[in-house]
């Protein structure tokens, strides 16, 4: 069975809001790090925000501050991301991603395990 699985994604217009959802098996000792990375064509990926699997210490990068929010469920089995007022340029493919550690949490090559994406499209 996959370990990590999306869910969520689809097509919305700016201004619009979605929920990708992330369900977790990984053992908790290699998914003490997660992570919604964002592969857009022709760009290298981008972790977008950052959680602890235990739900702490979450981290956004800057084009998404005020605008998503990262969080836990209380059983720490599902990760989410909930998007608000998107913009085009949020646009693409949406990895959940874990990784044993968070010392370079915002480096998209920190996370070694990775779900099969889901693809966000923000067009008018």
């Known amino acids: 069975q996959r370990q990590l699985v999306e869910s969520g994604g689809g097509s919305v217009q700016p201004g619009g809001s979605l929920r990708l959802s992330c369900q977790i098996s990984?053992?908790?000792?290699?998914?003490?790090?997660m992570a919604w990375v964002r592969q857009t064509p022709g760009l290298d990926r981008e972790v977008v925000a950052s959680?602890?699997?235990?739900?702490?210490?979450?981290y956004y990068a800057d084009p998404v501050k005020g605008r998503f929010t990262i969080s836990q469920d209380v059983k720490e089995t599902t990760m989410y991301l909930d998007m608000n007022n998107l913009r085009p340029s949020d646009s693409g493919v949406y990895y959940c991603?874990?990784?044993?550690?968070?010392?370079?949490?915002?480096?998209?090559?920190?996370?070694?395990?990775w779900g099969q994406g889901t693809q966000v499209n923000v067009s008018a």
């Open positions: 959680i602890y699997r235990s739900g702490a210490s979450p």
């Open positions: 990984l053992s908790r000792d290699i998914s003490v790090c």
């Open positions: 991603a874990a990784a044993p550690g968070c010392f370079t949490r915002l480096r998209a090559s920190t996370y070694t395990y």
